[in-house]
C-alpha cells in the first residue's frame, strides 16, 4: 500500500505538470443543450461516452467479445463501429434513448473508404482521376448509402502520403503527392459530410491516420518511423490540414509512433499542431485498441498509465482497447486526470452528436424505405461507373493496339483476375456484393453483345499455375479475335496488414502473360492491383497495359469500354512506379544531389550500377488514344512581387485522329533558397478536350503561397531571399518544359502552405 501511495503520489506531481502544460489548450466550445447535459452526468456517464465499441460485423484488431447491449445499458459506450442496416442502427438507438437514464443518442461507425454497396475504385484508383468533382461525388454516394443503413460517422478519408508501394495501404489514400493528396481530402470531407452535417443523408467524416502512418519504415504496417520537421510539415501534414480546414468533424490517431511517441500519446501533435495551431474544434478517436497497445510500445507501465497518457496526450475517444472506461474514472478521482479535460472530451463528442441532428432526429439515417431505394441505386452505379473510367491509366500502348475493334466476334480473357467479382471490388469492400460486381469478363460481354463469344479462363490462380493451365490459355488464345490478359493481386494483397516484400507479379503471372504474349495475337494486359507493382519485364513484352487498380462495382464495364474505344483513358499516376523494390522510396519531388545521376550512367554519381534511377512510369504519367502536342509555358508577367499572381499558360494541339482530353501539370523548383529544396513541385493541374486538328490552352494560376516551403524559424513562408523560380508544364513529371519566373518577396511572410479551396460547392 505505501508503494502505491508513493507511486500516486509521483503520478499527481506529474500529471500537475502535464495539466499545466495543457493549460493553453482552449475549453471546448458547446451548445446550452450540450452544456445542460453535460451538467447532469456522473463520472462514470462522462467516461462512458469516451468509449467507442466494436459491434457484430467487420472487425479489424484483436477483438474481445462483449454485448453491445450490456455496453449500452451500462452507459459505457458512446459510440459503436462495425455496425449497419437500418433496422438494426434503429433499435440500437432506442436502447440507448429508452433505456438509458439520460438517452444520450450513439456515435454509429463503419469503414467506408470507397463505397458502402455501391463500390468505387480505390482510393488510389480515384486519385488517379486528378477530378475533384467526380472524388466528391462518389463520396456523395459513400454517404448517401451508408447514412440511409443508419451510420453516420465514417472512418474515411485516408489522407496518408506515401513513398512505399510495399505498405499495403497505399491503396486506401491519394498517393506520394502531398498537394495532390491536399486537393483530394478537402473534397472528400465535402462529399461525406455534404452541405449540412444534420442532414439524414450527411455523415461524419474521420481523417485519418495522424499522423505519418504512410512513411513507416520499410512499408510495414503499424512501424515506427522517424520524420524532420520539415518532412512532417511539408509530406505528411498538408492533407490533413486542408482536411481540417474543410471542416473534418474527426481525426483518427495513428498506431505508428513518430519520433518515438505513438499517434494516441502524441501531445505535439494532437495538441500543439492540430488543436492550437489549426483550431481543430472536432474529436480525436484512437485506432483500434491503439490505447491499449501502449504499454507494448514501452511508453507506458499498464493500462491505468496508458489512459492517463493517451487522455492527457489529446485522444478523446478510446477505440474499442476499454482503456478509458477501466481506468478513467479512477485516475479522475485520484486526481491524476483532470476533470476539466475531462468535460472537454465530453463537449466535443456530445457537440457532434447535436451537429448530426442526433438529439432532434435520432432515426433519421436508420430509414429502412431510403435504404431500399437508394443502396446500389441506378443513379449511384452511373457514378460508379463515370469514377472507374476516369481512373484507368494507359501505361503503354505500342502501334495503337488499343482501342480494340467494337467488331470483335471472339474474345478471351485470360487471367485469374478476368472474373473475380471479389477482386474487382477490391479491399475495404464495406458491405459491397462481389456477385453483384461486373467483372471483366461481364463488362466485354455487355460491351460487343450476344454476337461475340467472350470466354473467361483463369489458368490457375494468383499464386500459382500449372505447366498445364498456361498450356489450356495458350489454346484458348489462338482460338481468340483479340485476347485480354487480367493479371494482378488478391484484393487481400492490398490493405491493412498486407505489406508485401516483393512488388511482381505474384505467383507464375508472368510466364502466363508470356506464353500468350509469344501468339502475337492482338493482346491487352489489364492489371487489377492496390499498389504499383514492378513490371519491367511485362512492359517490355505486353504492346498494351491498361493499370484498372480495384475499380468496382462497375469496374468490369468501365475497362471493357475503355479496351473497346467508348471511353478515353485519362488518369494519370498519382504515385510513381518502380523498376525494381531496390529503388524505393522513388517519387518525383525528391531533393537535388550535388553528383545527379545521368540519363546513362556515370561513376562517381547519385545512380545505380544495375539499373536506371528513374521509375518505370513517372508519377502523373498516363497516356491517351488520342495525341497532343504542347508548347512552352508561358508567363502572363516575368517577376512576381509579393503577393502578385502569375498567370501560366501552355497551348495544345490535338495531332491525332481522335478527339481527347489533353491533361497538363504544373511543377516548380527554387533554382536558389536558405535550403534545398525539391526538383519538381506539384502546384496545379488542368485539362482541355479537343478533337482532331484543334488547338487550345490550359492555364493556371501561381500565387505567392505556392511558393512557400518549411522554413528553420518554424512557419511556412515564401523564400525572404527571392529570386528565380523554374516553372515546370507538362503532361507527367518526367516530361516538361520549363521557364523562369523571377520572385522578390513582399513584406508579409505566408504563415501557411497554400490553402487548399476548401468551400463546400452549391448544390
Keep these: 500500500m505505501a508503494r502505491l501511495q508513493m507511486a500516486c503520489s509521483w503520478l499527481r506531481t506529474c500529471a500537475a505538470l502535464a495539466f499545466a502544460a495543457c493549460g493553453a489548450v482552449q475549453t471546448a466550445q458547446a451548445s446550452p443543450r450540450v452544456e445542460e447535459l453535460l451538467s447532469r452526468m456522473t463520472l462514470e456517464e462522462k467516461v462512458g461516452q469516451l468509449n467507442l465499441v466494436s459491434g457484430n460485423h467487420a472487425v479489424t484488431g484483436p477483438f474481445a467479445p462483449q454485448s453491445v447491449r450490456d455496453a449500452i445499458l451500462k452507459g459505457q459506450a458512446g459510440g459503436l463501429f462495425n455496425v449497419y442496416g437500418a433496422e438494426y442502427t434503429r433499435s440500437l438507438q432506442a436502447m440507448a434513448l429508452t433505456e438509458t437514464r439520460l438517452g444520450v443518442p450513439l456515435l454509429l461507425g463503419f469503414d467506408v473508404l470507397h463505397g458502402y454497396r455501391t463500390i468505387l475504385p480505390i482510393p488510389l484508383g480515384q486519385a488517379a482521376s486528378w477530378d475533384m468533382e467526380a472524388i466528391q461525388a462518389g463520396e456523395r454516394v459513400s454517404a448517401t448509402e451508408a447514412s440511409a443503413a443508419g451510420v453516420n460517422w465514417i472512418f474515411a478519408p485516408m489522407v496518408d502520403v506515401t513513398r512505399d508501394p510495399r505498405w499495403g495501404r497505399v491503396a486506401e489514400g491519394s498517393g506520394e503527392s502531398a498537394w495532390l493528396g491536399a486537393q483530394i481530402a478537402a473534397a472528400r470531407v465535402h462529399g461525406l459530410e455534404g452541405q449540412s452535417l444534420s442532414a439524414p443523408d450527411s455523415v461524419a467524416s474521420c481523417v485519418k491516420h495522424f499522423a505519418g502512418n504512410g512513411a513507416t519504415e520499410a512499408g510495414r504496417d503499424y512501424s515506427a518511423?522517424?520524420?524532420?520537421?520539415?518532412?512532417?510539415?511539408?509530406?505528411?501534414?498538408?492533407?490533413?490540414?486542408?482536411?481540417?480546414?474543410?471542416?473534418?468533424r474527426c481525426v483518427m490517431a495513428a498506431f505508428n509512433a513518430v519520433d518515438g511517441v505513438p499517434g494516441v500519446a502524441n501531445e505535439r501533435l494532437l495538441r500543439d499542431i492540430l488543436r492550437k495551431e489549426w483550431g481543430f474544434r472536432g474529436i480525436v478517436v484512437s485506432d483500434f485498441g491503439a490505447?491499449?497497445?501502449l504499454p507494448v510500445h514501452g511508453v507506458a507501465e499498464d493500462g491505468f498509465d496508458a489512459s492517463r497518457i493517451a487522455f492527457q496526450a489529446g485522444t478523446d475517444m478510446d477505440m474499442e482497447s476499454r482503456s478509458y472506461v477501466g481506468s478513467l474514472p479512477l485516475l479522475v478521482r485520484e486526481g491524476l486526470v483532470d476533470g476539466g479535460l475531462l468535460d472537454d472530451s465530453v463537449r466535443r463528442i456530445l457537440q457532434l452528436k447535436e451537429d448530426l441532428g442526433l438529439f432532434d432526429q435520432p432515426f433519421g439515417r436508420s430509414d429502412e424505405k431510403r435504404e431500399a431505394e437508394v443502396i446500389g441505386s441506378a443513379q449511384h452505379k452511373a457514378v460508379a461507373l463515370a469514377l472507374a473510367e476516369k481512373s484507368l491509366v494507359l501505361l503503354k500502348n505500342d502501334r495503337?493496339?488499343?482501342?480494340?475493334?467494337?467488331?470483335?466476334?471472339?474474345?478471351?480473357?485470360?487471367?485469374?483476375?478476368?472474373?473475380?467479382?471479389?477482386?474487382?471490388?477490391?479491399?475495404?469492400?464495406?458491405?459491397?456484393?462481389?456477385?453483384?460486381?461486373i467483372t471483366l469478363k461481364e463488362g466485354i460481354a455487355q460491351v460487343l453483345g450476344p454476337s461475340a463469344r467472350?470466354?473467361?479462363?483463369?489458368?490457375g490462380s494468383v499464386e500459382r499455375s500449372t505447366a498445364a493451365d498456361i498450356a489450356s490459355a495458350v489454346r484458348l488464345a489462338a482460338t481468340a479475335d483479340v485476347v485480354v490478359l487480367a493479371l494482378g493481386e488478391h484484393a487481400t494483397q492490398s490493405g491493412e496488414a498486407a505489406s508485401r516484400a516483393s512488388l511482381d507479379l505474384p505467383g507464375d503471372q508472368l510466364s502466363l502473360a508470356r506464353a500468350v504474349l509469344a501468339l502475337g495475337k492482338p493482346t491487352a494486359v489489364v492489371l487489377f492491383n492496390g499498389r504499383p507493382l514492378t513490371i519491367?519485364?511485362?512492359?517490355?513484352?505486353?504492346?498494351?497495359?491498361?493499370?484498372?487498380?480495384?475499380?468496382?462495382?462497375?469496374?468490369?464495364?468501365?475497362?471493357?469500354?475503355?479496351?473497346?474505344?467508348?471511353?478515353?483513358?485519362?488518369?494519370?499516376?498519382?504515385?510513381?512506379?518502380?523498376?525494381?523494390?531496390?529503388?524505393?522510396?522513388?517519387?518525383?519531388?525528391?531533393?537535388?544531389?550535388?553528383?545527379?545521376?545521368?540519363?546513362?550512367?556515370?561513376?562517381?554519381?547519385?545512380?545505380?550500377?544495375?539499373?536506371?534511377?528513374?521509375?518505370?512510369?513517372?508519377?502523373?504519367?498516363?497516356?491517351?488514344?488520342?495525341?497532343?502536342?504542347?508548347?512552352?509555358?508561358?508567363?502572363?508577367?516575368?517577376?512576381?512581387?509579393?503577393?502578385?499572381?502569375?498567370?501560366?499558360?501552355?497551348?495544345?494541339?490535338?495531332?491525332?485522329?481522335?478527339?481527347?482530353?489533353?491533361?497538363?501539370?504544373?511543377?516548380?523548383?527554387?533554382?536558389?533558397?536558405?535550403?534545398?529544396?525539391?526538383?519538381?513541385?506539384?502546384?496545379?493541374?488542368?485539362?482541355?478536350?479537343?478533337k482532331p486538328g484543334e488547338a487550345g490552352v490550359i492555364s493556371f494560376t501561381l500565387k505567392e503561397s505556392d511558393l512557400a516551403y518549411w522554413q528553420p524559424g518554424g512557419r511556412f513562408a515564401a523564400p525572404d531571399v527571392g529570386g528565380p523560380v523554374e516553372v515546370h508544364v507538362g503532361p507527367d513529371s518526367g516530361r516538361t518544359r520549363m521557364t523562369v519566373l523571377e520572385y522578390r518577396p513582399s513584406s508579409a511572410m505566408v504563415q501557411q502552405p497554400a490553402r487548399v479551396d476548401t468551400a463546400r460547392p452549391t448544390p
Design 536 to 690: 519491367e519485364d511485362l512492359d517490355r513484352d505486353a504492346p498494351a497495359i491498361l493499370e484498372a487498380w480495384f475499380p468496382g462495382s462497375e469496374g468490369g464495364l468501365a475497362v471493357a469500354r475503355t479496351l473497346f474505344g467508348l471511353n478515353e483513358p485519362t488518369g494519370r499516376l498519382p504515385i510513381s512506379f518502380p523498376r525494381s523494390v531496390g529503388q524505393i522510396p522513388i517519387y518525383h519531388d525528391h531533393l537535388p544531389t550535388g553528383r545527379p545521376a545521368a540519363e546513362t550512367y556515370k561513376p562517381y554519381t547519385s545512380a545505380y550500377i544495375d539499373l536506371p534511377s528513374t521509375p518505370l512510369y513517372p508519377f502523373g504519367y498516363g497516356l491517351s488514344y488520342a495525341r497532343f502536342e504542347m508548347g512552352e509555358p508561358r508567363l502572363d508577367r516575368l517577376r512576381m512581387v509579393g503577393s502578385q499572381s502569375v498567370q501560366v499558360t501552355v497551348d495544345v494541339t490535338n495531332v491525332g485522329p481522335r478527339p481527347g482530353t489533353a491533361q497538363a501539370q504544373l511543377y516548380i523548383r527554387h533554382k536558389v533558397a536558405r535550403l534545398s529544396r525539391p526538383v519538381r513541385e506539384l502546384r496545379g493541374m488542368g485539362r482541355v478536350t479537343l
Design 291 to 293: 490505447i491499449g497497445e
Design 400 to 437: 495503337e493496339v488499343l482501342p480494340f475493334a467494337v467488331t470483335a466476334k471472339s474474345v478471351a480473357v485470360i487471367g485469374p483476375l478476368g472474373d473475380a467479382g471479389a477482386d474487382t471490388l477490391g479491399p475495404w469492400a464495406a458491405h459491397g456484393d462481389p456477385n453483384a460486381a
Design 225 to 248: 518511423l522517424d520524420l524532420s520537421e520539415r518532412a512532417l510539415r511539408e509530406q505528411q501534414l498538408p492533407p490533413f490540414k486542408a482536411a481540417v480546414d474543410a471542416d473534418a
Design 454 to 459: 467472350v470466354t473467361a479462363l483463369a489458368a
